[in-house]
């Protein structure tokens, strides 16, 4: 036994798996700080299959037991790897970084390090949900700065890169679907900030707005209004509306009202 799988017995009532102890020279140079090849390397150097801790069906209960290990008894950021994660892994904006390349701009892991002190040509930010949204505004408004959300994949390279432009001054506004699953994404994201309250990351929707958009716009779907958690009251009352009213409404939907809305946003933080 070792101090990670008894941490993982004790707290979860689980028995640690068999190979659990192969992890353990792995989670003991992790808490030295060592420098680590990829994930795949680490896996072999172990004795195991090179897929073994990126996949969950190489071996489900040792694939468990890591990302339990490693969400509990590690800080966020604290694992110093070489990453072979570039697709899925990336932070996209637009009018971010002062810099002659052209927009959007996509940066991958390796990028992370020396973006996080690069120089800024803006200090406030409208974060997008959606895909084609995200493009859709940056052809009509090349100039606006806009980060893509990319769905529900609030990834490493994403979450230090949103928190650490706040440490430098950045305002952030939210825009996403108006359904459960869009609301939770949008208060996981205002509970990423430190300095932000959640009402001003939803400056330009409401939950006055919401009630206005359902009512005008809305579309009836129970699965797609189902109640799902959130935690900060602002994205709590809107989640009530949606589950209330059992309709959506999608960004694409909301175009003309965004434009409008940033725009006018824009100008407020000059």
């Not at 969950?56 to 037991?65: C, G, K, N, Q, S």
């Not at 110093?80 to 002659?100: P, Q």
């Not at 893509?148 to 490493?156: C, I, K, R, V």
Request: net charge negative; with cysteine; glycine share 6%.
């Amino acid at each position: 036994m070792s101090r990670y799988s008894d941490a993982f017995e004790s707290q979860t009532g689980q028995v640690a798996p068999e190979k659990a102890a192969q992890l353990d020279r792995l989670f003991d140079q992790i808490a030295r700080g060592k420098a680590l090849p990829p994930r795949g390397q680490q896996a072999v150097a172990l004795g195991l299959t090179a897929h073994t801790l990126n996949d969950p069906h190489e071996d489900p209960p040792l694939f468990a037991y890591y990302r339990w290990v490693m969400t509990h008894c590690f800080q966020s950021g604290q694992v110093n790897e070489l990453t072979a994660r570039l697709i899925g892994m990336a932070f996209t904006s637009a009018n971010i970084f002062a810099t002659d390349l052209p927009q959007p701009l996509t940066l991958n892991p390796w990028q992370l390090k020396p973006m996080l002190d690069f120089p800024l040509k803006n200090t406030q930010a409208v974060v997008i949900e959606n895909n084609g949204v995200f493009a859709l505004l940056h052809q009509e408004h090349p100039d606006w700065p806009l980060i893509l959300q990319s769905g529900n994949d609030f990834n490493d390279v994403y979450v230090q890169l949103i928190q650490h432009l706040e440490e430098r001054g950045m305002c952030y506004a939210y825009l996403g679907d108006l359904d459960s699953k869009g609301v939770q994404m949008a208060d996981q994201f205002a509970r990423l900030l430190k300095q932000t309250a959640a009402k001003d990351v939803a400056a330009l929707q409401t939950p006055k707005d919401v009630r206005i958009w359902l009512a005008d716009m809305g579309k009836k779907d129970p699965h797609r209004t189902r109640k799902l958690k959130v935690v900060t009251p602002v994205y709590q009352a809107e989640m009530t509306t949606i589950t209330l009213f059992g309709k959506f409404v999608e960004q694409e939907q909301l175009m003309g009202i965004y434009e409008m809305r940033i725009g006018e946003w824009l100008k407020t933080k000059n």
